[in-house]
C-alpha cells in the first residue's frame, strides 16, 4: 500500500478526545443513571466509551508503525517493549492505588494477583475485574498490541475494497457473538443488564478475543488514512456531523439495545469515521487541539486507570456524612481529573521517559498525540 502524503497529519486532537472518553468512564462509575431519565441513562449509561479506546489504539498505532513494519525496519521486540514502556508505568501505579481497596474487598487470592500483575486477567472471567475493576481493558490493549505487528502483515497488500470487506466482517464477527449470546443465554438469565455477575457474559464483556475486532477496525481504518489521504475537508465535515449524530441517537436509544450488544463492537464502524474525519481536519479539530486539551487527553491512561480506587476513596470517605449532590459529584470528578494530572505529569510521563531512554538509548519524548 503506497502511503500518500496527504495523510501525514497532527493527531493531536485524537488525543483530547481520549480525555473525554475516560472521563464518561468515570463518570459511568460514579453516578447510578438507572436511577435517571431513559435519555440520560442511554447517554451516559450505555457502554461505549471503552470501544472508542479499542478503535483509536488500533488507528493510531497503525499510522505510527505501519510504514515502517511494511519495510521491514520495525522489530517485533523492540516494538512490542515501547508498548510495555507506555502500558506499564500507569498500570501499576493504577494497581498500586487501588491496593488498599483490593486489601478492604477481597479475600486474598494469589492466582488472580498473578493474573492481574501479568495483564492476564480479562482472559478468565472470574478475575477480570479483580483489584482495580477498569484494568481489564488494559489487559485487552496488551493483548491487541501483540496482535499488532501480525495484523499489519497481513493487512499491508490490502486494497481499499478489501479494508472495507475486512472492517464488515470484523464487525458482523462482534455482533454474531452477542447476538449468539442472546440467542443461547448459556447463564439462563432471565434479564441480562450491567449488574449481572456470569461466566459466559463476562467472557462476552471481557475476553480479548472479543474485542480485538474492534481494534482490528481501527487497525483497517488506519490503512484507508494513509493510502488515501483521509477525508477531503469537506467530507470530513460532514463524515464527523454524521457518525457523531448516529453515535449520539444510539447512545441515547442505548437502553432500549440488548446490553450485550451495546458492550461489544456495535459503535467500531460510525467509531472509525469518527476518528478519521478528525484526523482529515474535520470542523472539532480546532476545538479539540489547544495544548491544555490534549494534555488531558495524554493524563487519559492515568484518569482511567486510577479513577476507580479514588472513587471508593472519596466513598469511604463521605460514607455516613453526607449524600452527595450533583455539585459533589462534578467536585470529586474534578478532583480526580486533577490528580490524574499530576500523576501523568510528575509520575507517569517521567517513568515512561525513563524506560524509553534506558530499552532505546533515547530520550523517548513524549508523543504529541497518544497512541
Not at 475494497?161 to 464487525?171: E, G, N, R, S, V
Request: proline share 5%.
Amino acid at each position: 500500500m503506497t502511503v500518500l502524503p496527504a495523510a501525514a497529519k497532527n493527531l493531536s486532537a485524537l488525543t483530547s478526545i481520549r480525555f473525554l472518553a475516560a472521563l464518561r468512564v468515570a463518570m459511568y462509575h460514579l453516578v447510578n443513571w438507572d436511577h435517571y431519565t431513559f435519555w440520560w441513562r442511554g447517554l451516559m449509561g450505555t457502554p461505549a466509551s471503552v470501544s472508542y479506546f479499542f478503535v483509536s489504539s488500533g488507528f493510531l498505532l497503525t499510522y505510527t508503525y505501519s510504514a515502517r513494519f511494511d519495510r521491514d525496519e520495525m522489530q517485533y521486540g523492540k516494538f512490542w517493549l515501547g508498548r510495555c514502556a507506555r502500558l506499564l508505568p500507569v498500570y501499576f501505579l493504577g494497581l498500586l492505588v487501588a491496593l488498599p481497596v483490593l486489601l478492604h474487598s477481597h479475600t486474598a487470592a494469589p492466582g488472580k494477583m498473578f493474573l492481574t500483575v501479568f495483564l492476564l486477567q480479562a482472559w478468565f472471567p472470574r478475575s477480570a475485574l479483580y483489584w482495580n475493576t477498569p484494568a481489564w481493558a488494559l489487559s485487552n490493549l496488551a493483548f491487541c498490541y501483540l496482535s499488532l505487528p501480525f495484523l499489519l502483515r497481513a493487512t499491508r497488500r490490502f486494497s481499499k475494497t478489501a479494508c472495507l470487506i475486512f472492517a464488515a466482517a470484523a464487525w458482523l464477527t462482534s455482533l454474531t457473538l452477542s447476538l449468539s449470546y442472546l440467542h443461547l443465554n448459556p447463564d439462563n438469565l432471565t434479564h441480562i443488564d450491567s449488574n449481572n455477575e456470569a461466566f459466559w457474559l463476562y467472557v462476552l464483556k471481557y475476553n480479548p478475543f472479543v474485542h480485538l475486532p474492534e481494534f482490528f477496525i481501527g487497525v483497517l481504518a488506519a490503512r484507508l488514512f494513509t493510502t488515501t489521504g483521509g477525508f477531503t475537508r469537506a467530507y470530513a465535515d460532514y463524515a464527523f456531523a454524521f457518525s457523531t449524530a448516529i453515535i449520539v441517537m444510539i447512545l441515547l436509544l442505548g437502553y432500549s439495545i440488548p446490553y450485550p450488544v451495546t458492550h461489544t463492537g456495535l459503535l467500531a464502524p460510525l467509531l472509525a469515521i469518527l476518528i478519521a474525519s478528525i484526523a482529515s481536519g474535520a470542523f472539532i479539530d480546532k476545538i479539540l487541539k489547544p495544548k491544555w486539551f490534549v494534555l488531558l487527553g495524554q493524563s487519559s491512561f492515568a484518569l482511567y486507570m486510577l479513577h476507580w480506587p479514588l472513587l471508593v476513596f472519596a466513598t469511604w470517605y463521605f460514607a455516613n456524612r453526607t449524600e452527595l449532590g450533583p455539585i459533589g459529584r462534578l467536585l470529586v470528578v474534578a478532583v480526580i481529573v486533577v490528580l490524574s494530572l499530576a500523576l501523568y505529569k510528575w509520575v507517569e510521563a517521567p517513568l515512561t521517559a525513563k524506560l524509553r531512554k534506558s530499552l532505546f538509548k533515547s530520550a523517548g519524548a513524549t508523543p504529541k498525540y497518544s497512541e
